[in-house]
């Protein structure tokens, strides 16, 4: 075999890696998805025992991240990728983090929507949380649209998303300390919904970092804690 077919073949091995790699993101993205959608239903529908499977599944991302964070090890070291792919595979590494921290914060949302269930519920049915819920599941899979067709324009989309969630956050904080000021017996519900509604926050806000290493992949600009008027200058 000439020494350029070797070559050819080993390019050719890299990509199909690579591109594994990517899927195996992608399908780790899908089951973070599902596991929202169900901690999210379990939560409105009053539903213990959604809740306490959706808790109960969160190895399964775990094993995920794992499996796919030993094989970016293996191609750092073995094939010592420069320039995009490099960039590619570090991205990955972050990625397969945040996702891991939604799948924790899924869980967190299992474990509440369970306790919830035990406890009186309001009339709306937790109306609130609801939207702030599709919002976030909505940001989610947007981000991984965008890892997938490493769309900077999507990605750009999620990362000005955010501020609304932080904002819908926020309007369900105050509105938390009213109920809890005008009947003190609704705290432990209340705070219950509190803690909800703040990792559904924090979903927004890894559903965000995984839209700024999009940008970090296809641009090689680190955006984190940059202006979003300086970040909107990319598209």
Known sequence: MEASDVTHHISRRFNKDLEDLRN???????MVESQLSKAIAAMVQGDSELGLQVA?????????????????????????????????????????????????EAEKIGFLASRLAAMDRPP????????????????????????????????????REDERVDEEYESIQRQCITFMM?????IKRVMNVTWAARSLERIGDHAKNICEYVIYMVQGRDVRHTDISEVSDLD
Do not use: W
Not at 130 to 157: P, S, Y
């Open 24 to 30: 195996n993101v992608l399908a780790m993205g899908g």
């Open 56 to 104: 109960g599944d969160d190895y399964k991302v775990n094993a995920l991240e794992v499996s796919i964070d030993e094989e970016c090890g293996r191609l750092l070291a073995t094939r010592a990728p420069t320039a995009g792919d490099l960039r590619l595979i570090v991205a990955i590494i972050k990625t397969i983090t945040d996702l891991e921290r939604i799948g924790d």
């Open 124 to 159: 709306d049915s937790y109306r609130e949380l609801k939207t702030l819920g599709q919002h976030v599941a909505h940001m989610l899979r947007d981000a991984m649209n965008a890892f997938a067709r490493l769309d900077i324009e999507d990605a750009l989309d999620v990362v």
């Open 182 to 186: 005008e009947d003190p017996r609704s």
